[in-house]
């Protein structure tokens, strides 16, 4: 039987979670162009602790590196006892992805996962097989049910709110990189037994120089069962003005469970972010790409100080109840992500 058969469905971020899950960087020349190995592991380890004030951190290391993750944590500041590491060999940092996605029961709040299959964005950044296994491994490591997703599937490709809706992108999820033998209504099928989910809603495209080809996380994320905030980049010079006014008429069109329009919020575009001579021509910058804690919101920030002011200020405004923690993510951005592309929340079981 599916996950959704047994009662099984993906909880709101905004559930009182367990523990954030992190795979922490790997020395590898294909990262950041091997430049910047020590101010990123720094960084993890600032955000580490910052999600240590308020829960579980629970990090994807090889056994060998453990030691000095901890150090490089305690000199952050973290809470070590809300520090816990598992001998999980990664092949990169972005657990959002390759990590599992944590399902619920209704009935008993038993907690599971889902382990979909990871191809690193169609291919795009061999090898991932390490990366692959890690929701198998956790699976094990926690001693907790396993569902097969049975496809190829990231996590920063899907939003859920409490209702049963679903947010995604066709430019990912109906990409040939990922399931060339599947249509629109087969991946649908896999979403709802493995999620639970009811409504599927799909937006066209994502963002200049999204190395996924437009994951969900960077362009709109339900703040409510009836609200969503949504990138908007009004210059119309701006190579992502047109694809985000699209997708902000496509939310228009959308209907909550209720059937009446959804409050949706505009989060304006950071300005372009640049790295002379790097991959990337333009950084995939976004402020929706927030990670929601117990009790706080962890907003990136670009190093702008008018537009990082005013992110703080929007996000603010939709989570009154919750700290809000800023988090210099330029540095993390240059290699296509930002602080939800990083994590994975576990819900709390019960």
Same mark, same amino acid.
């Given at each position: 039987?599916?996950?959704?058969?047994?009662?099984?469905?993906? #909880?709101?971020? &905004?559930?009182?979670?367990?523990?954030?899950?992190?795979?922490?960087?790997?020395?590898?020349?294909?990262?950041? =162009?091997?430049?910047?190995?020590?101010?990123?592991?720094?960084?993890?380890?600032?955000?580490?602790? =910052?999600?240590?004030?308020?829960?579980?951190?629970?990090?994807? =290391?090889?056994?060998?590196?453990?030691? =000095?993750?901890?150090?490089?944590?305690?000199?952050?500041?973290?809470?070590?006892?809300?520090?816990?590491?598992?001998?999980?060999?990664?092949?990169?940092?972005?657990?959002?992805?390759?990590?599992?996605?944590?399902?619920?029961?209704?009935?008993?709040?038993?907690?599971?996962?889902?382990?979909?299959? +990871?191809?690193? &964005?169609?291919?795009k950044f061999p090898p991932w097989d390490l990366d692959d296994a890690i929701p198998g491994k956790i699976a094990r490591s926690l001693d907790m049910r396993r569902f097969e997703g049975?496809?190829? %599937?990231?996590?920063?490709?899907?939003?859920?709110?409490?209702?049963?809706?679903?947010?995604?992108?066709?430019?990912?999820?109906?990409?040939?990189?990922?399931?060339?033998?599947?249509?629109?209504?087969?991946?649908?099928?896999?979403?709802?037994?493995? %999620?639970?989910?009811?409504?599927?809603?799909?937006?066209?495209?994502?963002?200049?120089?999204?190395?996924?080809?437009?994951?969900?996380?960077?362009?709109?994320? +339900?703040?409510?069962?009836?609200?969503?905030?949504?990138? %908007?980049?009004?210059?119309?010079?701006?190579?992502?003005?047109?694809? %985000?006014?699209?997708?902000?008429?496509?939310?228009?069109?959308?209907?909550?469970?209720?059937?009446?329009? +959804?409050?949706?919020?505009?989060? #304006?575009?950071?300005?372009?972010?640049?790295?002379?001579?790097?991959?990337?021509p333009v950084l995939p910058a976004s402020y929706v790409n927030y990670l929601l804690i117990n009790n706080a919101v962890l907003v990136p920030q670009f190093r702008q100080r008018k537009?990082?002011?005013?992110?703080?200020?929007?996000?603010?405004?939709?989570?009154?109840?919750?700290?809000?923690?800023?988090?210099?993510?330029?540095?993390?951005?240059?290699?296509?992500?930002?602080?939800?592309?990083?994590?994975?929340?576990?819900?709390?079981?019960?």
């Amino acid at each position: 039987m599916t996950a959704a058969e047994l009662g099984y469905f993906m #909880p709101a971020e &905004w559930t009182v979670q367990e523990a954030v899950w992190l795979s922490w960087p790997v020395s590898d020349p294909r990262h950041w =162009a091997g430049r910047k190995q020590e101010v990123i592991g720094d960084k993890f380890a600032e955000i580490a602790a =910052a999600i240590s004030r308020y829960e579980f951190v629970r990090i994807n =290391a090889p056994g060998w590196n453990h030691d =000095a993750i901890r150090v490089a944590c305690k000199c952050a500041g973290a809470d070590l006892g809300n520090i816990e590491l598992y001998d999980h060999p990664n092949n990169d940092v972005w657990c959002r992805d390759h990590g599992p996605t944590f399902v619920k029961q209704r009935q008993t709040s038993e907690v599971a996962l889902v382990d979909w299959g +990871f191809n690193a &964005w169609g291919g795009k950044f061999p090898p991932w097989d390490l990366d692959d296994a890690i929701p198998g491994k956790i699976a094990r490591s926690l001693d907790m049910r396993r569902f097969e997703g049975g496809m190829i %599937l990231e996590g920063g490709a899907i939003e859920v709110n409490a209702v049963g809706q679903l947010l995604t992108t066709e430019a990912v999820l109906l990409n040939p990189n990922r399931n060339p033998q599947m249509d629109r209504a087969a991946v649908e099928g896999k979403l709802r037994d493995g %999620l639970g989910v009811s409504e599927i809603l799909w937006l066209r495209g994502g963002i200049e120089g999204d190395d996924t080809d437009g994951h969900i996380d960077d362009l709109a994320r +339900f703040v409510a069962d009836s609200a969503i905030v949504a990138c %908007l980049d009004k210059d119309s010079s701006s190579p992502n003005h047109k694809i %985000l006014m699209q997708n902000w008429r496509d939310l228009e069109n959308f209907r909550t469970v209720g059937g009446g329009r +959804f409050d949706l919020i505009a989060m #304006p575009m950071p300005e372009v972010c640049e790295v002379p001579g790097w991959r990337l021509p333009v950084l995939p910058a976004s402020y929706v790409n927030y990670l929601l804690i117990n009790n706080a919101v962890l907003v990136p920030q670009f190093r702008q100080r008018k537009n990082d002011q005013r992110a703080l200020a929007i996000i603010r405004e939709l989570f009154p109840d919750r700290e809000i923690v800023a988090i210099d993510c330029l540095d993390l951005v240059e290699e296509g992500g930002s602080l939800h592309c990083i994590s994975q929340q576990q819900p709390k079981q019960g």
